[in-house]
């Protein structure tokens, strides 16, 4: 069946450090969309990308969306506690529903 | 935003009860919900998708008949784990797409759902 692989499980980063997590889709998607969620909480979404190449950025975080819509990044410039929790990318292929990621898990030492 | 609410948040049942766990769209109308199960540290799992005024679909795996699900508003879906087990403990979660199919998901705050 369709899989969205995303890597790595894990990430523990001093603050200050950057930090990457990929996402990458065995067929072509037709947008992805990343979500966060914090330690007992809820995925709350983050952003959506549908064109190929698309970058989009939102201070810190930058989203890029590869050129053949089968991978996509999220790039955490000099993280701060505040970031911590999983990152989740979720695809869509055509009109189908979400498939998520199995998430990268943050930590941020202070 | 758009809200959806989730309730209860949390529930302890006994094995062999049944749990009904409801998701509203708070602000908006909802003709499809999604319910996702989470076990820790691990990703979402679709269940099942919630149609309203029709059957839910079951995603391959999901027992139709332990986990019963009803949508009858447009603003409503419930999630009724029948005949409880401690396997079922988990983390239920459920969302709602927003107007269009290509929007983000509106997500609820989650049932955790202990059974003893």
């Known amino acids: 069946g369709q899989q969205v692989m995303q890597i790595p499980q894990y990430q523990h980063v001093q603050e200050g450090e950057d930090f990457t997590t990929y996402c990458n889709s065995s067929?072509?998607?037709?947008?992805i969309q990343w979500y966060k969620q914090r330690p007992g909480g809820h995925p709350v979404f983050l952003i959506q990308?549908?064109?190929?190449?698309e970058v989009k950025k939102q201070k810190r975080l930058t989203f890029q969306f590869g050129e053949a819509k089968k991978n996509s990044s999220l790039h955490i410039t000099a993280t701060q506690p505040t970031d911590v929790g999983t990152y989740f990318c979720a695809g869509r292929v055509g009109l189908g529903n979400l498939i998520f990621g199995k998430g990268t898990k943050l930590s941020v030492k202070p | 935003g758009a809200v959806v609410s989730q309730h209860p948040s949390w529930v302890i049942c006994k094995s062999g009860t049944s749990v009904k766990i409801e998701c509203r769209s708070l602000d908006f109308q909802a003709t499809t919900m999604f319910w996702y199960r989470q076990f820790p540290k691990q990703s979402l799992m679709l269940m099942a998708t919630s149609n309203e005024g029709s059957k839910a679909t079951y995603e391959q795996g999901v027992e139709k008949d332990k986990f019963l699900i009803n949508h009858a508003s447009l603003t409503l879906s419930t999630l009724t784990v029948t005949s409880a087990h401690p396997e079922d403990s988990s983390f239920y979660i459920c969302s709602a797409p927003h107007q269009q199919m290509n929007t983000e998901a509106f997500f609820g705050q989650g049932t955790r759902l202990t059974v003893v």
């Open positions: 067929t072509t998607l037709s947008n």
């Open positions: 990308l549908v064109k190929s190449g």
